[in-house]
């Protein structure tokens, strides 16, 4: 179980919120399929979460249909 769904024993390739698990009799061990930007224009671009790729997207706060560059992510 995890975040109140029940899901099946062994691989789940992605969950609904945007995580890899495996699921055993013993435990459920999961890691996240998104990378946390840290290196961009803090001052011109914001961070938003998009749920189709499971990742972040940055974006102009001016005209968030326009992406910024990133620099680096950690995961």
């Known amino acids: ?7 099946p024993f062994g ?3 992605r969950t609904e919120n945007c995580f890899r698990c495996s699921c055993s009799r ?3 061990r999961c890691c ?3 990378h ?8 011109n671009c914001k ?3 998009n749920m189709k790729s499971c990742d972040y997207d940055v974006v ?3 005209d968030p249909s326009k ?3 990133v620099y680096s992510r950690v995961g």
């Open 1 to 7: 179980m995890l975040d109140g769904k029940l899901y």
């Open 11 to 13: 691989e789940i390739s």
């Open 60 to 62: 102009l706060k001016s």
């Open 32 to 34: 996240s399929l998104f």
């Open 67 to 69: 992406e910024c560059v």
């Open 36 to 43: 946390t930007p840290i290196g961009y224009d803090k001052e």
């Open 26 to 28: 013993d435990a459920m």
């Open 47 to 49: 961070v938003v979460f």
